[in-house]
């Protein structure tokens, strides 16, 4: 497994390339350096999988143990039906869909925040990815806990 992690400020052209960091790109596994997957986040970013990532996310879903076939066919649906194979170019781009790049925010964007998480990316919008620190910081306490000076004040 490729161990994805940092985060870059990247340029999104007008009709939708973005290009992925060469320190992202030479983290995915050699023989899956061509292609990548793209789809939904949860959040108001996108994911992007190199080949043996996105399967095993795609046999997380299919293979999930749910109650519910409506919310399984809801899953499949929104993460890998509105999925994007995208082959690099020559300058180590990727096309993003229109549509994904209307879900995430990306519309008239120049500038887009690429980030590292471990077995996968998420792209951003600069602003949308900034708004969201507060409630992160907050999660992060909560997770983590305080640091001992902080706990001791309370």
């Known amino acids: 497994m490729a161990e994805l992690y940092g985060n870059f400020t990247k340029s ?15 983290a995915f596994p ?7 997957y793209i789809t ?10 190199y080949a043996n990532e996105w399967q095993a996310f795609v046999d997380r879903i299919v293979n999930m143990d749910n109650d519910s076939p409506i919310d399984k066919d809801v899953l499949v649906r929104e993460f890998i039906g509105r999925a994007s ?3 690099f170019d020559k300058q180590g781009r990727v096309t993003i ?5 209307e879900y995430a925010g990306l519309v008239d964007v120049n500038e887009v925040i690429v980030v590292g998480c471990y077995d996968n990316l998420e792209i951003w919008n600069v602003e949308i990815y900034k708004s969201k620190q507060p409630a992160a910081d907050e999660a992060i306490k909560r997770l983590l806990g ?9």
């Open 12 to 26: 999104l052209d007008p009709k939708g390339r973005l290009a992925i960091p060469v320190k992202h790109r030479n």
């Open 30 to 36: 050699e023989d899956q350096r061509d292609v990548v």
């Open 40 to 49: 939904r986040g949860t959040d108001k970013c996108l994911k992007a999988y």
């Open 85 to 87: 194979k995208s082959v």
């Open 97 to 101: 869909p229109s549509d994904l790049i």
């Open 146 to 154: 305080g640091s001992k000076k902080e706990s001791a004040s309370n």
